[in-house]
């Protein structure tokens, strides 16, 4: 069976994004009963609007950076960063002074926390000797807003 190739980028894109947004360009990369993939890009002041979705979505961003919002709290957004927006809630995302390419995966439904039970597994010492180890705990540590929209004229994350 030969190889399927998807194109997007640049020349590959629809010139405009989905409804209610403005300054965004995307598309779609796969889509079907299971979720959806697509490319979105952001002018400096694209916008999507806020807005409620059915399935659990993944807004993934690859260059740039911007804003993102779920319910009534908004963060600031950058590259090597992704943001859930859960099922049923308002969400939206936004650029301001720069530009913005998000990776957005959209999974079908809301979650599939009714399986987590099936997934969940137990860790054991190697080979098999000892008690079973204690599941690990922790976070990362909280990241510090940065709101000096003055930094960087070049349109590029801080």
């Known amino acids: 069976m030969p190889i399927e190739v998807r194109r997007f ?3 590959h894109r629809r010139p405009d994004g989905p409804p209610g947004s403005t300054g965004l ?4 990369i796969h889509w079907d009963a299971r979720g959806g993939v697509a490319e979105l890009v952001f002018s400096r002041g694209g916008r999507i609007e806020p ?4 399935n659990t979505t993944l807004f993934c961003v690859i260059e740039g950076g911007g804003w993102t919002s779920v319910g009534d709290e908004e963060i600031r957004i ?3 960063e992704a943001a859930v ?15 913005m390419r998000a990776i957005v995966i959209e999974f079908a439904g809301p979650d599939d926390g009714w399986a987590r039970g099936i997934l969940e597994g137990v860790a054991r010492p ?4 000892g008690p079973p180890a204690a599941r690990g705990e922790g976070a990362l540590a909280p990241r510090p807003v940065e709101r000096d929209l003055t930094r960087d004229a070049e349109g590029e994350p801080a």
């Open 9 to 11: 980028g640049v020349g």
């Open 51 to 54: 807005h409620s979705n059915p």
């Open 78 to 80: 950058a590259a090597g």
């Open 85 to 99: 927006w859960p099922a049923g809630e308002i969400h939206g995302a936004w650029t301001d002074l720069m530009t």
């Open 126 to 129: 190697a080979l098999g000797e």
């Open 25 to 28: 360009t995307g598309q779609p």
